[in-house]
T-cell receptor
Framework: SQQGEEDPQALSIQEGENATMNCSYKTSINNLQWYRQNSGRGLVHLILIRSNEREKHSGRLRVTLDTSKKSSSLLITASRAADTASYFCAASGGSGNTPLVFGKGTRLSVIA | GAVVSQHPSRVICKSGTSVKIECRSLDFQATTMFWYRQFPKQSLMLMATSNEGSKATYEQGVEKDKFLINHASLTLSTLTVTSAHPEDSSFYIC?????????????FGPGTRLLVL
């Protein structure tokens, strides 16, 4: 069953604005990951945050994790048209030999 | 870094034919690989877990006789869609986990787009 739920399902912003996407999950996790997918293409791993971490940064990306609320957020600052893509959170419940459970995704459109 | 490849990247076939998709870990061994399916504008859904040397484990609702999985070696898993029908048209993605020290990472293949006419 699908574990992650993304919010919003679709987001349209102007270039330069910040984009915030939220994800909720249902069970305990070992880590939570965010991926990007351009239309019709494969997944690009963006960032991984472990269950004992609360915040992580990578370039223009900022991820937070609240295990008490079973939620995570992905913030993209100073968005660019090239950021237009679908973004998925994926929860990992255990070791690398367990599959990721993906959220429904957020379709982000950044308008130049 | 670790790379997972898939072949073919795109396939178009007639209804009723079988299609084989390969997933290879190129520079590491993977005793486990995962197969996902993604319909248009939807998320990835886990289909099955491929285990080297043993039977695959299928998720609920996935027909094991229709989606045959063979994990014949530590670097290759194949997914065969038997008697494909238009509703099987989808994007199929595999992943392979790799542990390096304390770091556990899933590496995803680029996906295979299947169109059944």
């Amino acid at each position: 069953s699908q574990q992650g739920e993304e919010d919003p399902q679709a987001l349209s912003i102007q270039e330069g604005e910040n984009a915030t996407m939220n994800c909720s999950y249902k069970t305990s996790i070992n880590n939570l990951q965010w991926y990007r997918q351009n239309s019709g293409r494969g997944l690009v791993h963006l960032i991984l945050i472990r269950s004992n971490e609360r915040e992580k940064h990578s370039g223009r990306l900022r991820v937070t994790l609240d295990t008490s609320k079973k939620s995570s957020s992905l913030l993209i600052t100073a968005s660019r048209a090239a950021d237009t893509a679908s973004y998925f959170c994926a929860a990992s419940g255990g070791s690398g030999n367990t599959p990721l459970v993906f959220g429904k995704g957020t379709r982000l459109s950044v308008i130049a | 870094g670790a790379v997972v490849s898939q072949h073919p990247s795109r396939v178009i076939c007639k209804s009723g034919t079988s299609v084989k998709i390969e997933c290879r870990s190129l520079d590491f061994q993977a005793t486990t690989m995962f197969w996902y399916r993604q319909f248009p504008k939807q998320s990835l859904m886990l289909m099955a877990t491929s285990n080297e040397g043993s039977k695959a484990t299928y998720e609920q609702g996935v027909e094991k006789d229709k989606f045959l999985i063979n994990h014949a070696s530590l670097t290759l898993s194949t997914l065969t869609v038997t008697s494909a029908h238009p509703e099987d048209s989808s994007f199929y993605i595999c992943s392979a986990p790799r542990t390096s020290g304390y770091q556990e990472t899933q590496y995803f293949g680029p996906g295979t787009r299947l169109l059944v006419l």
